[in-house]
Nanobody, 127 residues
Framework: QVQLVESGGGLVQPGGSLRLSCVAS????????MGWFRQVPGKDREFVAG????????????YHADSVKGRFTISKLSAKNLVYLQMNNVKPEDTALYYC????????????????WGQGTQVTVSS
C-alpha cells in the first residue's frame, strides 16, 4: 500500500524559505508522478508542483504552477524515495496546508487524477 508522509511545515516570515519533504513507501513502479498541492479553508485544493519519478523517455521533468514559478522548486531523491518542495521568497498568500500526492503515469495538475495523498503539513507565512 502506498503511503506518503510530509514534514517540514511551520511558521516562516515573508521573504523567508522553507523546505517540505515527502517520503513515499509502497511504490511498486517508477512510472509515477509526484505532486504537491495546497489548500486553505473554504477553497479547493490547488496544484503547486509535480515531477515524474522516473521515466526513461521523460526523465526528471518537473513543472510548477504560475503562482509559485521562480520561487518554489520541486525535486526528488529517488534513492531514498523522497520528494522535496523548496519554498523561497514566501508570501502570506502561500499560507496553506500542503499535501504530497502520487499518481501513476504521465504528469498532471488535476487533483482527482492523484490516487494517493499524505496527511498534509501546515505552512504559515506571517511576520
Amino acid at each position: 500500500q502506498v503511503q506518503l508522509v510530509e514534514s517540514g511545515g511551520g511558521l516562516v516570515q515573508p521573504g523567508g524559505s522553507l523546505r517540505l519533504s515527502c517520503v513515499a513507501s509502497g511504490l511498486t513502479t517508477t512510472k509515477v508522478t509526484m505532486g504537491w498541492f495546497r489548500q486553505v479553508p473554504g477553497k479547493d485544493r490547488e496544484f503547486v508542483a509535480g515531477i515524474r519519478w522516473s521515466n526513461p523517455r521523460y526523465a526528471d521533468s518537473s513543472y510548477h504552477a504560475d503562482s509559485v514559478k521562480g520561487r518554489f522548486t520541486i525535486s526528488k531523491l529517488s534513492a531514498k524515495n523522497l520528494v522535496y518542495l523548496q519554498m523561497n521568497n514566501v508570501k502570506p498568500e502561500d499560507t496553506a496546508l500542503y499535501y504530497c500526492a502520487a499518481k501513476f503515469g504521465v504528469s498532471g495538475t488535476i487533483e482527482s487524477d492523484y490516487a494517493y495523498w499524505g496527511q498534509g503539513t501546515q505552512v504559515t507565512v506571517s511576520s
